[in-house]
């Protein structure tokens, strides 16, 4: 499996790591699995990352956006006949690979994989103040008004966090808003019911979540004659006081 992971990682964020005894290279973390009859969740510094059931599933996650200074934890949760879970670096032009940690389990079972990120990549939540989550629902719902209203300019004051660290990182700002601008203009949003918040990476964002782990909007867009599985509302910081979207 991770011979094929090669190729899919070439695009993403690098980070740099020294490996013990080899030369530093641009590296991606990825946490792997492949689970047996049953269910499993993963979970890296408490942000929720994939879950499924099935009687044979595997795949590999890169994780390099959710990395903290220090030691980092990827939490997996199981109840399956069996499972077999790694967190690995590779060379992302393919010279090479560190292993981290792994475990093997079975039945209704859980494992934490361990390693340490001395330099990880530039985030914006790395300098955030750490919070409690009052008033996040209610900027939830506002968002959710501006979706149901097609309101862009509303839509987009609300993702000041993910435009911040766009701006951060190069990434283009003026690309995004273009694609949020025509999805926000065909949207026809779903809410999930029952929404949750809890705390992740210590506190510096909050994640919200419906039942299963449902977004709190979805829709699945016709833009320029294609469809666009959209989801929003998951990941949240505070800016200057104010909680806008991180991630989507």
């Not at 991770?2 to 030369?23: C, E, K, N, T, V």
Request: hydrophobic share 40%.
């Amino acid at each position: 499996m991770r011979a094929q992971l090669y190729s899919a990682i070439l695009a993403l964020p690098a980070i740099m790591l020294a490996g013990q005894g080899a030369a530093a290279c641009d590296e991606t973390i990825l946490v792997e699995y492949q689970v047996y009859d049953g269910r499993y969740q993963i979970e890296v510094n408490d942000v929720y990352l994939d879950s499924g059931a099935s009687q044979s599933t595997s795949g590999g996650i890169p994780i390099n956006d959710w990395l903290l200074k220090g030691e980092n934890s990827t939490r997996v949760l199981m109840n399956a006949q069996s499972g077999e879970f790694s967190a690995y670096a590779i060379c992302n032009d393919g010279s090479g690979k560190r292993d981290f940690d792994d475990a093997a389990l079975s039945g209704r079972s859980s494992a934490d994989l361990t390693f340490d990120v001395p330099d990880p990549p530039q985030r914006l939540y790395l300098t955030a103040t750490p919070s409690n989550d009052d008033g996040l629902l209610e900027a939830v719902e506002t968002l959710k008004a501006a979706m149901t209203a097609q309101d862009f300019d509303a839509v987009w004051e609300g993702h000041t966090a993910m435009r911040s660290e766009m701006e951060m990182t190069g990434a283009s700002v003026k690309s995004e808003a273009y694609q949020m601008e025509k999805i926000v203009a065909n949207i026809a949003p779903k809410f999930a019911a029952n929404l949750k918040t809890r705390s992740v990476l210590g506190g510096r964002v909050w994640e919200v979540f419906g039942d299963d782990f449902a977004p709190p909007i979805s829709d699945v867009v016709s833009v320029n004659g294609g469809q666009v599985d959209f989801k929003n509302g998951s990941f949240w910081m505070k800016v200057d006081g104010t909680w806008s979207v991180y991630r989507k």
